[in-house]
């Protein structure tokens, strides 16, 4: 049963890069903007260790620490910050309703929707007990670590084909875990696989665990699913490649989206499908994912929701 009801003019739901980005230029603007974090304050950074590739932070930032700094500029400017998690929503007619936590009824002007993508894991125990010690989701924000070491990656898509070539650059050999006997990426990235001298690709091999010192990684323990023969491969690195999932699923018939569930946009704008509700960063990019273009793509939605809420007050 709903508890409450309270009407807001800008309603930003997560609180990643873009969500907080959003908020900053929403206050700026008077929008009142209220935040829910989602369950994850701060988002998908809050999870890495260093960030070396956010422009302004010349000696790099550790991801929480960021996402703090960005916490603390959204409430400088008067953005209401408030824990919970959109559980449901209504956007049949405006002002759009956002469900909280199941029992808290918002209705809001403008709804921008930041809720981010999640990486899909193995589920290994070891993977999450070296998480940031070894084992990361993201080549490119944490590849340079293991510059001139020997590394895994797994899967077999066109980011597991991209993020590969890219580590290829910065590593002495890049070993390719593919649990079929063919890749799914795109042929033009799967060609670009095989030029690379130093990416060996392992068909039918699913990786068992993670090895470590208890420390940090030092292998992978993997088994080829045709002859069940075990083997370990000696990394320092274990890169999971092998999708995101995007925090789309509450939108589900009121949204247009792709057949993975990322957020579909009026071309060159952050405008969905439904007048007042717009959507930044990962939840509807799942090209780019990375934090500076989830900020960018957070100032867009705010600029586009303060546009919306100026010419809808001028035709009232
Ligand atoms: P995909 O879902 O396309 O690929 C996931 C890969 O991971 C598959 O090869 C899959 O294997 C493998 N996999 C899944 N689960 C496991 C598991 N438990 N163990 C081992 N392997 C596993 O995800 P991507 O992130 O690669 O791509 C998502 C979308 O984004 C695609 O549409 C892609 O084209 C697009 N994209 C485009 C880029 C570009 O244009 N530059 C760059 C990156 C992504 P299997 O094949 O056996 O199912």
Request: hydrophobic share 40%; proline share 3%; aromatic share 10%.
């Amino acid at each position: 049963m709903n508890k409450e009801t309270e009407h807001v003019k800008c309603l930003i739901i997560g609180s990643g890069p873009a969500g907080y980005t959003a908020a900053i230029y929403a206050a700026r603007a008077d929008l009142k903007p209220v935040l829910y974090t989602g369950i994850v304050p701060g988002g998908q950074l809050t999870q890495t260790t260093e960030v070396e590739n956010f422009p302004g932070y010349p000696k790099g930032i550790l991801g929480p620490e960021m996402m703090e700094e960005f916490r603390q500029q959204a409430e400088r400017f008067g953005t209401d910050i408030r824990f919970g998690y959109a559980t449901s929503v209504d956007f049949s007619e405006s002002p759009h309703k956002v469900i909280i936590d199941e029992n808290v009824t918002l209705t809001a002007d403008a709804v921008i929707i930041a809720t981010g993508a999640s990486a899909k894991w193995l589920g290994l125990e070891s993977e999450q007990k070296y998480n940031g010690f070894g084992v990361s989701a993201c080549a490119v924000c944490d590849g340079f670590f293991f510059k001139g070491q020997e590394v895994a990656i797994v899967g077999a898509g066109d980011t597991a084909a991209e993020e590969a070539t890219y580590l290829a650059k910065l590593c002495s050999m890049v070993h390719m875990l593919v649990r079929r006997d063919v890749f799914r990426a795109s042929k033009a990235m799967e060609a670009r696989v095989f030029n690379t001298a130093n990416i060996e690709v392992h068909y039918n091999t699913e990786t068992k665990e993670i090895v470590g010192d208890g420390q940090n990684v030092t292998g992978v323990k993997v088994i080829n699913n045709r002859t069940q023969v075990e083997s370990v491969i000696n990394v320092t690195g274990f890169f999971v490649a092998i999708g995101h999932k995007p925090n789309t699923d509450i939108f589900k018939g009121w949204l247009d989206m792709d057949d993975t569930g990322y957020l579909i946009t009026k071309p060159g704008s952050t405008h969905t499908n439904v007048d007042g509700v717009f959507v930044c960063g990962d939840a509807q990019d799942k090209v780019y994912r990375q934090a500076v273009t989830a900020a960018g793509t957070g100032c867009m939605a705010a600029l586009d929701a303060e546009r919306y809420l100026a010419e809808r007050e001028y035709r009232v």
